[in-house]
T-cell receptor, first 114, second 111 residues
């Protein structure tokens, strides 16, 4: 089966600009996650979707970050305006449902904010 | 905040030796998983151990879990160059069912 697809793989922007990341999960996976991974650290959960509803967004900086999964399949994560500390890899993962234990990750989108 | 804390942060060993990484966590978990991340790539699931299990094997991997000490270890036997990667533990928390990752151990296998 196809894996989790993410784009773009790399993005360089100036601070205060905006950026959007796209994720296509594994077909049939109801649960989709966005993680932020700062260099040298483990992934930190930003938001979790179950189909097109938000299950958890407690660690999403909502003043600048937004995410949607309108049709319960693809998802986009947007940052506006970006700050220097947003430089990180943004990982998308999916699982069969919220109770499934195994997450399948995409390759990630590396963001550099100058 | 991160749930798991791995140690060591970095580990270099000779090819063929065994590598042991440890993970400690703070709150009650339903299960604990280990993932591998090669440089510039996403994480790949390696093995899962449930809270009622003490040890699990998969190929060259051996995982132990001690819920009384809130700790787990991952042993990779007969290491290979391809094992060079970062390894993360991730706990599914009983409190809110979240899967929370630790900071990871960077493993480097020397030829």
């Amino acid at each position: 089966e196809a894996g989790v697809a993410q784009s773009p793989r790399y993005k360089i922007i100036e601070k205060r600009q905006s950026v959007a990341f796209w994720c296509n999960p594994i077909s049939g996976h109801a649960t989709l996650y966005w993680y932020q991974q700062i260099l040298g650290q483990g992934p930190k959960l930003l938001i979790q979707f179950q189909n097109n509803g938000v299950v958890d967004d407690s660690q999403l900086p909502k003043d600048r970050f937004s995410a949607e999964r309108l049709k319960g399949v693809d998802s986009t994560l947007k940052i506006q305006p970006a700050k220097l500390e947003d430089s990180a890899v943004y990982l998308c993962a999916s699982s069969l449902d919220s109770g499934a234990n195994v997450l399948t990750f995409g390759a990630g989108s590396r963001l550099t904010v100058l | 905040s991160q749930q798991g804390e791995e140690d060591p942060q970095a580990l270099s060993i000779q090819e063929g030796e065994n590598a042991t990484m440890n993970c400690s966590y703070k709150t009650s978990i339903n299960n604990l998983q280990w993932y591998r991340q090669n440089s510039g790539r996403g994480l790949v699931h390696l093995i899962l151990i449930r809270s009622n299990e003490r040890e699990k094997h998969s190929g060259r991997l051996r995982v132990t879990l001690d819920t009384s000490k809130k700790s787990s270890s991952l042993l990779i036997t007969a290491s290979r160059a391809a094992d060079t990667a970062s390894y993360f533990c991730a706990g599914r928390m009983n409190r809110d069912d979240k899967i929370i990752f630790g900071k990871g151990t960077r493993l480097h296998i020397l030829p």
